[in-house]
């Protein structure tokens, strides 16, 4: 039962920071290009929900990320250097998933 709570406590958090982004995303915070200034943090929340939703390719995550292509490789590499996600090859495509370690995300403070 403590396993299953403790999931649901990390979905929960998980909700909890998505919410907080798109609040953030809402406010249009601009920069002087006109473009919405996210934090890093935001950015690893908006493409780590992507992922655990499914949409987990890098074609895909491009149709849904509110930042350049660049950001979004950027984002995906460094969340793969952290083990916070990693990818399984199929033909041509990446497909990213979530990693988990002994049913608790990995998480770094140094990048979030």
């Given at each position: 039962m403590r396993y299953v709570q403790s999931i649901e406590e990390q979905l929960s958090n998980l909700d909890n920071l998505i919410n907080n982004i798109f609040d953030i995303l809402k406010m249009k915070r601009e920069t002087k290009k006109g473009r919405?200034?996210?934090?890093?943090?935001?950015?690893?929340?908006?493409?780590?929900?992507?992922?655990?939703k499914g949409i987990n390719t890098s074609s895909e995550l491009r149709k849904y990320v509110?930042?350049?292509?660049?950001?979004?490789?950027?984002?995906?590499?460094?969340?793969?250097?952290?083990?916070?996600?990693?990818?399984?090859?199929?033909?041509?495509?990446?497909k990213y998933y979530v990693i988990e370690d002994?049913?608790?995300?990995?998480?770094?403070?140094?990048?979030?």
């Open positions: 919405i200034e996210l934090s890093n943090m935001d950015k690893c929340g908006i493409v780590l929900n992507l992922i655990q509110p930042f350049s292509v660049r950001e979004l490789y950027e984002v995906l590499n460094e969340l793969e250097k952290l083990s916070i996600i990693g990818q399984i090859k199929e033909g041509r495509k990446k002994d049913s608790e995300f990995v998480q770094s403070e140094d990048y979030l």
